[in-house]
């Protein structure tokens, strides 16, 4: 065992930044509150549907006691569905799109369960298909709404110390940047209080610890480390001096151990199993993602045709040169194809000498700068779907001069092509489009291709599909 070092600079403050903490609701709690006037509202809402149907249409109230039992049913089963999909915690709520979007899913789903349990009862004449009509109407809107008051209310109700928020204190390395992490820990109910830095051999000043314990009940309330390093001889010590408080304590490993974590896993009798590499995609894996590569770049070109014609004669007439821009890319196990993509700049380079495009890049011609901007620029890419060459969904390829320069100094570059490359793909939608200036920023967008290929399904692809629909209607409105 070490002794940490005791000559190093003294990297903590000497007093815990003391914030003024709400005596209101834990935020935390915000999940049981949600849940609970959800469940409040169902009820209501099947007793004002089918009881104000009632009394609309033939101007009778009808008895509550069935009314307010399949109201009971309703609520249950969606707040069941919407607790098992983890859509109640304070980060989950407040997320406008995918609230909207389980609610649209989860509310249909339930009436259907609702209506199988009517038939097996036999008690379908007792519920009309007008209440129940009505009751889905005020169902969706009231959901919807509340989702929209949890979006505006509970940012500036944390920000305004509205709730009780958890006092963290983290240990990092000194170069760590807390603002990010900072802002992501009070999305879920934690303040920053304290933060230990550790020297660059992962040493603590000496007697960090032990001003914890002495000061842990007045100002900490949880305890995060983000570990960096793979020797994790530093953190096992650090967690035994931990233990000697009553303090939660939670590691967050990043660089490679996050890597590693972060990837599927499998028990192997007691001791856990991380697939950092998956098998290629199997006979149905590959049939089922080539069947709607198919049907996709299909229905886009018959029904994109009108705009591809208009595109096709604006560039025509805006510069000389052809209308398509064709260069020599790598696919799938390393074989070339020519992609396709319509002319948006004054150049046609190829081959071993091509520079990238830049911002305010002044070969862009007038009618290229809007649709690169929209990404219309990609769309003849759907022929080279249709033609198998590439994929809906995949790794972005690149020129071959880019190509081989980055596959001699990236490792990992080369297992990009295990699948064919895709006109949008995982790192696109996490903010690695486009230029890639420097070694670090290919690094950054290769990490997301080989996430994505490690964690490929047909749902993954669809969610990248509608992300990168999204984004592009952003970048036009931007534009």
């Not at 990297?11 to 469940?39: C, H, K, T, W």
């Not at 509550?64 to 915690?89: D, E, N, R, W």
């Not at 020297?199 to 000043?205: D, I, P, R, V």
């Not at 007045?218 to 000697?244: M, T």
């Amino acid at each position: 065992m070490f002794t940490p070092i005791e000559t190093q600079t003294e990297r903590y403050n000497n007093s815990f930044e003391q914030m003024p903490q709400s005596r209101g609701l834990e935020y935390r709690s915000i999940a049981y509150v949600a849940a609970g006037l959800d469940l409040i509202f169902l009820v209501g809402a099947s007793g004002l549907g089918f009881a104000g149907y009632e009394y609309i249409a033939f101007g009778s109230v009808p008895d509550p006691s069935p009314v307010i039992g399949i109201g009971l049913v309703l609520s249950t089963t969606f707040v069941l569905a919407m607790h098992s999909a983890h859509a109640y915690s304070p980060e989950s709520i407040q997320l406008l799109r995918p609230q909207i979007r389980l609610i649209c899913i989860l509310v249909p789903s339930t009436f259907a369960f609702l209506l199988t349990v009517i038939f097996f009862l036999k008690i379908g004449q007792a519920y009309s298909r007008g209440g129940t009509l009505m009751t889905a109407m005020i169902v969706f809107v009231g959901l919807i709404s509340t989702r929209v008051f949890w979006h505006l209310y509970l940012p500036s109700a944390a920000a305004a110390g509205s709730f009780r928020m958890r006092r963290v204190l983290l240990i990092c390395r000194e170069d760590f940047p807390t603002d990010h992490w900072q802002h992501e820990a009070a999305a879920s109910g934690m303040v920053l209080t304290q933060t230990l830095r550790l020297s660059e051999e992962g040493f603590l000043a000496a007697n960090a610890l032990e001003r914890l314990k002495q000061s842990e009940s007045d100002y900490i309330d949880e305890v995060f480390i983000i570990w960096q390093d793979p020797n994790v001889a530093n953190l096992e010590f650090y967690l035994g001096e931990l233990r000697r408080s009553a303090l939660p304590v939670n590691v967050i490993f990043d660089g490679v151990i996050g890597r590693l974590t972060s990837a599927p896993s499998g028990k192997i009798g007691s001791m856990t199993a991380f697939q950092t590499q998956r098998p290629p995609l199997s006979l149905y894996e590959r049939g089922t993602k080539r069947a709607f590569d198919i049907v996709f770049s299909l229905t886009a070109i018959l029904s994109l045709f009108p705009l591809l014609l208009v595109v096709a004669i604006a560039i025509k007439l805006d510069s000389p040169g052809p209308v398509l821009f064709k260069q020599i890319r790598k696919g799938h196990g390393g074989r070339c194809f020519r992609i396709l993509k319509f002319r948006s700049m004054t150049v046609m380079e190829d081959g071993g000498d091509v520079r990238q495009a830049t911002r305010n890049d002044p070969r862009v011609t007038r009618i290229g700068a809007v649709i690169r901007a929209a990404s219309i620029d990609e769309l003849p890419q759907f022929w080279n779907v249709l033609r198998g060459e590439m994929s809906i969904v995949g790794p972005r390829p690149h020129a071959l001069a880019h190509d081989d320069l980055y596959d001699s100094q990236i490792t990992k570059y080369a297992y990009r092509r295990h699948v064919k490359p895709g006109l949008t793909g995982w790192a696109q939608i996490n903010n690695c489009r486009g230029e890639t200036p420097n070694i670090e920023k290919m690094e950054e967008r290769i990490f997301h291709d080989l996430w994505y290929i490690n964690n490929w399904s047909f749902w993954l692809d669809m969610k990248i599909i509608i992300r990168t629909a999204v984004q592009i209607c952003d970048f036009g409105k931007a534009y």
